[in-house]
């Protein structure tokens, strides 16, 4: 019985895990089972994976596991319909050219683990010079969060996105438009043209589509990071960064067309 | 005799205004957002403007609170707050459109964002009114095998609680904005990943033709008696919103749904004593199986079922609602220090102050919103006004050491007071009595001010007048100009431009511009101004 049990057990999760690619299990332990005879017995009898903790779990764990292949997929969908906006003139990005992974952050200059995960990921940026670092604007935080998102996005019209962001992330004022002036000084922008381009429509209109790309991989706060076909949610170590970064190049690796 | 000769003249000025001896339109003369009701119309909006996922503000204490049963729940909050927004354009500012049609827009989205509606995938599982209480109290459900499968499509049968709102908005949008988006097929998608029935994601599609054609046959099918909210239970207020939704959708689209469901709805429910002839109350809800009402006293129930009805049936509402005022208020709002006012308090203030704005009782919606004010912690953010829920508003009833109220739930504080407070008497029933008709939309109107620099407190396009009449008021970001763009300025005419009582000069396609404006590529009027406090605008034709 008990290794009837763990026959069913395995083609349990071989069923479970159908649509999960790649899995732990090993098929061949269902040598010399029939497939529909299990099915039958396991529909005469589902209490036999009901109370089996293991299996339970194992079943759980394939469920999760579909469930994120799915999102990966998903997002790695939603970013190529997005491929014009990521390399659009106005999106500022730094580091490697894509060939290595991507990182997309979304962020807010108000939003204080942003704030906090910032020289966590100029680590990353120092370590990782292969990585292309994409800076999505996601102002969530009010009307002064969106008009430094309008600076930000025109400081890169004039060359000068770096300095102005790490100004911006840097500062211990809370946000107004005298402190995002100042800092706009501060780091050699031409303020004037700086605040005609913040009424670009152009430069509106682009917040609105970073905006849409973020709702698309279902962001729902920040700062937000996608990696690869990954996505990871609030303030972020570099540790964390670094993990990532290394499943999704050993993904790359495994994937056919690598 | 010049004096005769002037006041003559003067006289067939004010008779005859085309004539152009008329005095001009003076913006005092038309309505206008208070700083109060502008700060409650801009936090509708900033909740519009937060991501689809993110409810901020919008309510916590967990699962329970938001979906099951919640009269909190997000839907009610984007559903109403929509409502809002469109009394507030209705009657405020009809010649500012872009802002309203695109935040209408926006919490549509947001009400068909998953989080709002999956929970009918569970809940569509249980009847709830079948219940039993052990004896420690807990309330158990319960259920047949057949009930554990529910329905995920929101709209495809009962939630009316849900799929009714959705109408209503849809229609409102279409109304007040001649949009016909939502008209197209598949415009309005439910995106499904149901993980717990190990079924791939899928997508469920509708548009305003589907949905309120499937709302209609459920009518049909029920025999009007209404369509239940949950499983067995029909409540009045809830079937509310689907008959002004029918009513924009007829309006629009040439068919004449409404007046039959409303009719027969009345007709089948006054049977049943919806509204208890004795008491002028509205029922609890309907128990569709033992086709028997559980009647009540809820300033809620009332105040949600009336406001609504008020549009379709005025009469009647105005002649009960005075039995409600006087059962409701004062006594709602001062009773004995920890009294334990029962589970609706955090939502009964909010509803009844709506049906007081929309009868007319201008006296008890003052009474009701200097109590909020008093009361309810009136807060401001980025420019928006709200009263926050209190902690555990879902299980803490009681009043304060001075007899006060101390519930608000997310609902009445991001919402409903507000509303109240914006709504004129008979705010709905104009909206859908009196609709914009095809001359509204060809009128001069404004566009493009931007959000965040300038509030528009009144836009207003008077026909009789040919005179358009904005006012603006800085926004929450300090700017040193701003502008917006008038619309629909026919180049056969000469207009002049006013700003705060005195003349900038003539607009006409040939001749100068006065200072700060100029014409744009599409032939609308850009005009740039010093913003520092409040300043109004006329454009008239001369």
Sequence with gaps: MHRALRNLVALTLVLAGAACGPSDSDPSSTDGLDPDLVREYLLMHPEIVLDDAEVSDAIRKAHLRREQDRAAEERRSILKAYTDLLQSPLTPSSGGTGKDVTIIEFFDYQCAPCRASYPELQQVRATEPGVRYIFGQLPIYGSHSIMAARAAIAAHRQGLFKEFHHALMTTDSGLDMKVIFATAEKAGLDVEKLQADMRDPLVHQYLEEVRALAEALDVTGTPSFIIGDAKLSGGVRAGDLKMELDRQRAQIKRSPQH | MVALVASAALMIALVIPSVGFAADPDPADYPALSTEQMGHVRHMINIANQLDGDFSMMGGGGFAAIYYMSFHAYQFQFAFAHYALASTHYHYTPAHRDLYQETSAKLIKRMIYKDVWDYWAHLSKFDLTDRTETETGEVMVTYTEDDWY????????????????????????????????????????????????????????????????????????????????????????????????????????????SPEVRSKFKKVMQ????????????????????????????????????????????????????????????????????????????????????????????????????????????????????????????????????????????????????????????????????????????????????????????????????????????????????????????????????????????????????????????????????????????????
């Design chain 2, 150 to 257: 529910g329905w995920i499509d929101p709209n495809i049968k009962k939630n009316i609680m849900y799929s009714g709102h959705l109408l209503q908005m849809i229609g409102l949008h279409e109304s007040l904005f001649n949009d016909h988006r939502y008209d197209e097929q598949g415009s309005l998608t439910f995106r499904y990943a149901p993980v717990e029935y190990d079924q791939p994601p899928f997508e469920i599609e509708y548009d305003h033709n589907r949905l309120a054609t499937v709302i209609y046959d459920q009518f049909v099918e029920d025999h009007f008696r209404g369509i239940e909210c949950e499983r067995n239970a029909v409540y009045a207020e809830c079937n509310q919103h689907p008959i002004l939704g029918l009513m924009s959708y007829d309006l629009k689209h040439g068919t004449k749904l």
């Design chain 2, 271 to 542: 049977k049943r004593n919806y509204i208890d002839p004795e008491t002028k109350t509205t029922m609890y809800f309907l128990k569709v199986k033992q086709d028997a009402v559980v009647p009540a006293t809820y300033a809620w129930a009332d105040g949600w079922n009336g406001h609504a009805q008020h549009v379709w049936d005025k009469e009647y509402i105005d002649s009960i609602y005075p039995y409600q005022q006087k059962r409701y208020i004062p006594s709602m709002l001062k009773g004995p220090p920890g009294e334990n006012m029962g589970w609706t308090a955090p939502f009964d203030f909010g509803w009844f102050a709506l049906l007081a704005s929309e009868v007319g009782d201008k006296e008890t919606v003052q009474l009701m919103t200097d109590y909020a004010d008093a009361n309810f912690s009136p807060t401001w953010v980025d420019g928006g006004l709200y009263y926050p829920s209190t902690p555990d508003y879902s299980y803490n009833f009681s009043r304060d050491e001075n007899g006060f109220i101390q519930n608000v739930g997310p609902v009445t504080g991001n919402v409903l007071i507000g509303f109240s407070r914006i709504n004129p008497a008979d705010g709905l029933w104009h909206i859908y009595n009196r609709p914009f008709g095809p001359s509204h939309f060809a009128n001069l109107h404004i566009t493009d001010v931007d959000y965040l620099e300038a509030s528009v407190t009144q836009a207003v396009f008077d026909s009789a007048k040919d005179a358009l009449i904005v006012t603006l008021v800085p926004g929450p970001v300090e700017s040193s100009n701003v502008s917006f763009t008038v619309r629909q300025l026919e180049p056969a005419k000469t207009y002049e431009l006013i700003k705060d009582g005195k003349s900038l000069g003539n607009i006409s396609a040939e001749g100068q511009l006065p200072s700060g404006t100029r014409w744009q590529d599409d032939g609308s009027l850009l005009i740039t101004t010093a913003l520092r406090e409040q300043s109004s605008f006329i454009i008239k034709a001369i």
